[in-house]
């Protein structure tokens, strides 16, 4: 089962932040956060990750609360091409093989 | 640099047939993952291969079986297609633990 908790589905207005909070409170220390999203009928695409310090991108910001339990993925002037279903995932860090385990995640709709 | 390609792109099968699905991975990664995304529903993980040799694996029956070759592409085989089977196949490559690189899909539908 996925390790992740998100809302179904979000909208935001076209040129606005958008946030889209994750709660992992089981995470344990060695497992870091992954963010992909997934466009309509295509393969998932990579975001961002971190263990526990804030990161930032090209594509977005993501946020780690000090206790881990929850983060938050900041895309910062959201486009309609943002729309997506946007995944939250916990996985063990590099130099592990694992899989990534997919929940339902959140479906983000940009409103022109 | 070339990304990850999948092949074919769409395929249609009968119940009972055989089906082989084609995974490219990108350059410079060893490690090759299999999903299978239902209508609706997130990806599930089938299996993954590192190195050639089958390096986890989902809850998937044995009918199922892949294979990744010495340039670390890889084949996803499934036998005896069940309607169920219908779905999108993804497979993704990485080096080990690092982020997985998608590929678009196959598309599979099982009649």
């Known amino acids: 089962d996925a390790k992740t908790t998100q809302p179904t589905s979000m909208d935001c207005a076209e040129g606005r932040a958008a946030n889209l909070p994750c709660n992992h409170s089981t995470i344990s220390g060695n497992e870091y956060v992954y963010w992909y999203r997934q466009i309509h009928s295509q393969g998932p695409q990579y975001i961002i990750h971190?263990?526990?310090n804030n990161e930032t991108n090209e594509m977005a910001s993501l946020i780690i609360t000090e206790d881990r339990k929850s983060s938050t993925l900041i895309l910062p002037h959201a486009t309609l091409r943002d729309t997506a279903v946007y995944y939250c995932i916990v996985r063990v860090g590099v130099n592990r093989d694992d899989k990534i385990i997919f929940g339902k995640g959140t479906r983000l709709h940009i409103l022109p | 640099e070339t990304g990850v390609t999948q092949s074919p792109t769409h395929l249609i099968k009968t119940r009972g047939q055989q089906v082989t699905l084609r995974c490219s991975s990108q350059?410079?990664?060893?490690?090759v993952s299999w999903y299978q995304q239902a209508l609706g529903q997130g990806p599930q993980f089938i299996f993954q291969?590192?190195?050639?040799?089958?390096?986890g694996r989902g809850n998937f029956p044995p009918r199922f079986s892949g294979l990744q070759f010495p340039n670390y592409s890889s084949e996803l085989n499934v036998n005896a297609l069940e309607l169920d089977d219908s779905a999108l196949y993804l497979c993704?490559?990485?080096?080990?633990?690092?982020?997985?690189?998608f590929g678009p899909g196959t598309r599979l539908t099982v009649t």
């Open positions: 350059s410079g990664h060893n490690t």
């Open positions: 993704a490559s990485s080096l080990p633990g690092y982020e997985q690189y």
């Open positions: 971190g263990l526990k």
């Open positions: 291969y590192y190195r050639e040799e089958e390096n």
